[in-house]
């Protein structure tokens, strides 16, 4: 049975819609500002035309990204998860947004409730291992709750907390931060939870980390195919194989002693 496009219905190309809900999601842009953007390059579309893309397409680009990513990452071992939790005020009241970030900067996983307790900690925590499987390695904060969950499960013995461990973890809401201050905040926990999920599947597919290199020994083991592209590079350090997030443009981000240049000029935008 073949799988019907999510585009069947729409008028637009896909390629728009698809750039359209990156810009939103990736970059700290109101519908405006997206609307904005798009008419200087000649597309006219309103911004509630935005609002209704992002909506109906981004979790299922979100999954997309998500499903490539779980299938490379099986194949590493899950050394090292950094949890924590952020506070979110959605109509004057506090709500609770928990994240499991890899030893690499990125997000694995969020959840959002209501409540700040051992209860929301091991439903964040199960939901991050049912996905990923069991970590090496899970650093906190020295908030009670987590060596509570962490007991439950049977694996408190592989909690690490100390000044300073999580930073990486408390760094992580940076991101989220900056586009929930462009959105003028969350009206229900359920938006909140949708928004964070598309949001890291897409800030992921961005993020320059090691895990996304693929390291070229300097005497041979390289495929032949990148060892031409590459042939005349001063001193080989890396590639890095760009995301092409949504389908849009292809390209490879090359890094030399003179620094990092584009071998596409069309790398995410059409």
């Not at 073949?2 to 990156?22: D, G, H």
């Not at 904005?36 to 209704?52: A, K, M, P, Q, Y």
């Not at 490539?68 to 050394?79: P, V």
């Amino acid at each position: 049975m073949t799988k019907r496009s999510p585009f069947r219905y729409f008028k637009t190309s896909p390629e728009i819609i698809r750039l359209a809900v990156m810009m939103y999601v990736r970059f700290p842009l109101s519908l405006r500002n997206v609307e904005d953007l798009l008419h200087e390059r000649g597309i006219g579309i309103s911004h509630e035309t935005v609002r209704f893309w992002w909506n109906r397409l981004g979790p299922i680009f979100a999954a997309e990204i998500r499903k490539k990513r779980i299938q490379q990452m099986h194949a590493h071992s899950n050394w090292q998860w950094h949890l924590d939790e952020v506070f979110v005020k959605i109509n004057g009241e506090t709500h609770y947004l928990w994240r499991a970030v890899g030893h690499e900067g990125e997000v694995l996983e969020t959840f959002a409730t209501k409540r700040r307790d051992r209860k929301a900690a091991l439903k964040s925590i199960k939901k991050s291992m049912k996905r990923y499987g069991q970590p090496h390695v899970v650093v906190t904060d020295k908030l009670r709750l987590y060596g509570a969950a962490m007991k439950v499960i049977g694996n408190a013995n592989k909690q690490e907390t100390g000044r300073w461990l999580n930073n990486r973890g408390e760094n992580s809401h940076q991101p989220f931060r900056r586009r929930e201050r462009a959105m003028q905040g969350f009206r229900s926990m359920g938006s909140l939870q949708k928004f964070s999920a598309v949001h890291v599947s897409v800030h992921n597919d961005f993020n320059h980390c090691p895990a996304g290199y693929v390291y070229i020994p300097e005497r041979g083991g390289a495929p032949p195919l990148l060892t031409r592209q590459f042939q005349d590079q001063p001193k080989r350090r890396s590639l890095r194989v760009a995301p092409a997030l949504f389908g849009i443009g292809s390209g490879i981000l090359r890094q030399t002693e003179a620094g990092s240049h584009l071998s596409d000029s069309t790398l995410f935008w059409p």
